[in-house]
């Protein structure tokens, strides 16, 4: 069936550092990809999309792209900072199953300063 | 300010007593769905609506029930509830049904089954 597999946390990186968080799928069909965050007490909320293959989705400084080949969606940014500190959640939506969605477990992030 | 409101926000509560949990968008958005999120399981979809009078069952809906009667209303209602239903809970809408559209959640609501 259709899936979304995101690497485990926790994961602690230093302020400054390089951030990657690995997200793959399994989906039939061309699904939408997303990622969301999760503040501490908050509701999920938008931090990129792509609806198609090789889009590529960007917001604050993080980004991820579509990569059909690999069926993956990874999340990176260059610097992180403390502020980054929350959980995130890939997610893929699928048209032929009426907007139904998919998440993956989530990654909690910590960033020391 | 464009938002998803429940209520409440925390609730602590017994075995068997029926419950209720509002939810209330101001967005004019036809998709509304409710999840409950669990450590280690992520976001799990319980029901969902396409619009008014149109709902339909997600991953997990036993135990719940839903209904929409008007367009920015979807309550989750536990007519029994148990134990294993301690979870917090996100409602959530977007503009439709397409697979394109972002999900706007709520601030959660956590419930406590005694």
């Known amino acids: 069936g259709d899936s979304v597999t995101q690497m485990e946390g926790p994961v602690t990186l230093s302020e400054e550092a390089f951030l990657t968080i690995n997200c793959t799928y399994t989906?039939?069909?061309?699904?939408?990809l997303f990622w969301y965050v999760q503040y501490p007490g908050e509701g999920l909320q938008l931090l990129l999309k792509?609806?198609?293959?090789?889009d590529k989705g960007s917001n604050k400084g993080f980004e991820a792209t579509y990569r059909k080949e690999t069926t993956s969606f990874h999340l990176e940014k260059g610097s992180v900072q403390v502020s980054d500190s929350a959980v995130y959640f890939c997610?893929?939506?699928?048209?032929?199953?009426?907007?139904?969605?998919?998440f993956g477990s989530g990654t909690r992030l910590s960033i020391r300063p | 300010e464009a938002q998803v409101t429940q209520n409440p926000r925390y609730l602590i509560t017994v075995t068997g007593k029926k419950l209720t949990v509002t939810c209330s968008q101001n967005?004019?958005?036809?998709?509304m769905s409710w999840y409950r999120q669990d450590p280690g399981l992520g976001l799990r979809q319980i029901y969902y609506?396409?619009?008014?009078?149109?709902?339909d069952k997600g991953d997990v809906p036993e135990g719940y029930k839903v209904s929409r009667k008007e367009k920015r209303n979807f309550p989750l209602i536990l007519e029994s509830p148990s134990p294993n239903q301690t979870s917090l809970y996100f409602c959530?809408?977007?503009?439709?049904?397409?697979?394109?559209?972002?999900?706007?959640f709520g601030d959660g609501t956590r419930l406590s089954i005694l």
């Open positions: 609506s396409m619009n008014v009078e149109v709902t």
């Open positions: 989906a039939t069909g061309y699904p939408s």
């Open positions: 967005m004019n958005h036809e998709y």
């Open positions: 997610a893929l939506s699928l048209y032929s199953s009426a907007s139904k969605i998919i």
């Open positions: 959530a809408s977007s503009l439709d049904w397409t697979s394109n559209q972002p999900q706007h």
């Open positions: 792509a609806t198609k293959a090789d």
